[in-house]
Structure formats: C-alpha cells, structure tokens
C-alpha cells in the first residue's frame, strides 16, 4: 500500500518518517537514527536467505579447499594455503554469526568485512585457476556478484562496494599474471556488466524496502495519534512514560509530570459549538506540543480537554517557570470565551508532579500526584499552577501518602 497516494503528508510535520517520504530518499540512505531502525528491519526480514547463503558458501569454499587438495603445483597450493587461511574461517564465521542469537548486533558488521574478503579471494583464486587452464570457474564469480546484493544481506552501497572490490582483484591478478589485455577486458566487462544489473534490480528492490519500512513506521505514528490535536494519544503516552520512568531509574533523573486542563471547556462548546471547541483544542495543543523541545519529552492529549506533558531530566524551579510560561501562552491565543468566569479568553489550569523514580514507586504514581495538583488549581480559581505537594510520597501501588 502506498501511503503516500493516500495521505496528505503535510500535518506529520515532526514525523521522521513523513520527513523520508517526502525527500524520497534519492540516496537510498536516512538520517542516522532512522537508517539504524532500518537496518535492524532489513535483517529481519532477510534472516532466512541470508542463513540459506551462508551455509551455501561455506559448503562451496570447503568443497573448493578439498578439490586443490588434489591438485599438484605451485598455483593450487597457494590457492589452497588462501581458501584456508582466509575464506573458509570467514564463511565459518558469517554461517556462526547468521544463527547465533547475537545475528542483529554481529552479523552485519561481520558482513562488511568478510563478503567483501571472500570475493578477492574466490577473484584472486579463480584467475590463478583461468590462467592454469580451468577457464569454466570463472562463472562463479557472476554467480557470487549477484548474490551479494539479493543473498547478502548487505544494503545496496555495501554490496555495490564489495562487488566493485571483486572485479578490481580479480581484473588485477589476471593482468599480474600476464593474462592479454582482450581477455582482462573481457573478463571484467562480463563482471561489471552482472553488477550494473544486479544493481540496477536491487536499488530497486531496496527502495521498495525502505518505502514499506517508513510506511509501517507512520502507520504506527498514526495509530498513537489523537485525530483531533495531531498530539500522541493516551495510549500512546501510557506505553511511553513507563519507558522513560525506566531510564530516570537507570539514570538517577528526575522526571515533571503537567496535567493541563482547558477551564470551563462545557460551557465553551455550549456556546460557541462543538466544531468551535475543536478549532480551540487544536490550537491549545500546539502551544502543549512546542513545550515538548527535547527528544524524550511527551505531549499527548490525556483525554477531553485535558493534555499531559512528560519531561526528562529537569529541576522544580525549570519545571514551574516552564508550567508557568504554558499558562500564559494559551491565555496570550486570546480565544474568547464570553461564558467563562475566569477570564475574557480560553484558560487552561496546570498541575505539576516532579519525582525522582526509584523502585518502589510507580509512573502511575507520579501522574495521580499532577492529577491531585491539578485540582488544587481548579480550587484555587483556575487559570494558575500548582505543584505537588512536598509532603507527599509515592508508593508502588501508584496511590500516595503523606510520609510520617
């Protein structure tokens, strides 16, 4: 399904994803993050062909190796002293990283090196065979160029290097070893021929890849969107706080919860109706979202008119100017609203929780606490911001309690 053909790309603005599609990737390569989320989809989706190609080549270069056992001269044994010491211990290695459970973090750095490796190798080899008189071998190198773009696993510029790579060596030996001009010309155009094609299919199907892969990952973006604010839903929020909670453990961090909550919401649809509150919420939650300036930070709309606003790494005095800074940057929307009686314009009432996670307390905790604030606001005559309570403890079952 094309994504694209169907979807105004336009409101996933600090969509990753969105931003791919509409560059269109001309070189097949993302941003660094991106292209290292794609790698790990790309070797997942390979893993069979590429374990199929590995025992595949590791059986061949161990056939090869007994076949110049049996073969007298200066040449095979030379050969032969290169597939053992080189090639095989390679292939046994690709074959050994392609079915360990360390396949996503080893085998494609291992890849990088060791197909490249074994293509100057068999290039080398072959040549000293096709200058011996075995001129047939020489079919296995096509045979080996067009796998190492489809078998591989390797991205496009990866196998297009290690194809490069293989031509050059075995163009160079053939020449070393005094091999005519016309057949070095012919041997190498033959090979680079067979690459251009097999690169000419693969950037095709790569780009196919990399096209599904940003597809898939807006399709999920989509489904943690709220439709109405642009902002993450609440499922989303409660599937990511829990995550950064985790790191704020692991980092000794503290953490704000803001619980926002537009004042008088009912009585401004009431008067202005309902497509009128949508217009304003959506407008409010821009002001939410550009508080959420840094890569961990969470906006989303919690549910209604409530929005929730998860920090990473911050201090009390930051979090309160920040919450404060929110509160008159909706207020400064000056979306009017003649029924409220708290002021001219559309208000929001803000409750903060800052908590420094540690075992034994709880996300849910943390986000009951703003919740708590959050009602101190409302009775404190809205359109002001309230801190959690200092007195206040979080304990594991996510309620609180007044320490002793």
């Given at each position: 399904m ?5 979807l ?11 931003n791919e ?10 941003s660094a ?5 794609f790698q ?16 595949a080549?590791?059986?061949l270069c ?6 110049l056992?049996?073969?007298?001269g200066?040449a095979?044994?030379?050969?032969l ?5 080189v ?6 290695f ?5 079915w360990s459970?360390?396949?996503e ?23 000293g ?18 796998a190492l ?5 390797q991205?496009?510029?990866e196998?297009l290097?290690?194809?490069a790579l ?16 016309q057949?070095v010309?012919?041997?190498?155009s033959?090979l ?6 097999g ?6 199907v790569e780009?196919e890849?990399?096209?599904l892969?940003?597809?898939?990952g807006?399709m999920s973006e ?5 439709g109405l604010t642009g ?13 950064m ?8 961090r503290?953490?704000?919860v803001?619980?926002i909550?537009v004042?008088?919401?009912?009585a401004?649809?009431d008067?202005?109706g309902?497509?009128a ?6 407008r ?6 550009n508080?959420a300036r ?6 989303a709309r919690y549910?209604?008119?409530?929005f929730?606003?998860?920090l990473?790494?911050?201090?009390g005095?930051?979090?309160q100017e920040?919450a404060?800074e ?20 559309v ?5 903060i929780c ?5 075992v034994?307390?709880?996300?849910e ?11 101190s ?20 079952t996510?309620s609180?309690?007044?320490?002793a």
């Open positions: 094309q994504i694209r053909a169907l105004d790309l336009e409101p996933f603005s600090n969509s990753p994803y969105a599609l509409r560059r269109d990737f001309p070189d097949l390569r993302f993050a991106l292209e290292k989320d790990a989809f790309q070797l997942d989706r390979v893993r069979s062909r590429v374990r199929f190609f590995q025992i080549t590791c059986l161990l056939a090869v190796a007994a076949h056992l049996f073969l007298d200066i095979a044994r030379d050969v002293t290169g597939w053992l010491g090639a095989i211990p390679a292939s046994l690709l074959v050994w990283a392609s459970r360390f396949y973090r080893l085998y494609l750095p291992t890849a990088r090196v060791a197909l490249p490796l074994l293509g100057i190798v068999a290039a080398v080899g072959i040549a065979r096709m200058f011996a008189g075995y001129p047939d071998l020489f079919y296995f190198l096509t045979s080996y160029s067009i773009f489809f078998l591989g696993g991205r496009f510029r196998s290097l290690a194809n293989m031509i050059l060596a075995h163009g160079v030996t053939l020449a070393y070893m005094g091999e005519s001009p057949s010309l012919y041997y190498v033959v680079t021929i067979t690459a251009a094609v690169a000419f299919v693969y950037a095709g780009r890849l990399r096209t892969f940003l597809e898939r807006l989509m489904a943690a969107r709220d902002l993450k839903n609440r499922g989303a929020f409660e599937d990511q706080f829990p995550r909670w985790q790191q704020g453990v692991r980092d000794r503290s953490l704000a803001l619980l909550d004042d008088h919401f009912k401004y649809n008067c202005y309902h497509q509150g949508d217009h304003a919420l959506r409010v939650a821009q002001v939410v979202q508080f840094r890569p961990l930070d969470i906006a549910g209604g008119e409530e929730v606003l998860a990473f790494d911050v201090t005095e930051y979090v920040l404060e929110l509160r008159k940057a909706i207020l400064a929307l000056e979306i009017t609203h003649e029924e409220s009686p708290t002021a001219r314009y208000t929001a009432s803000v409750g800052i908590v420094r996670p540690k034994g307390r709880s996300p905790g943390a986000v009951q606490l703003a919740d708590e604030s959050l009602y606001a409302k009775r404190s005559g809205r359109n002001c911001v309230k801190l959690a309570d200092s007195d206040y403890a979080l304990v594991t996510g609180f309690r007044r320490r």
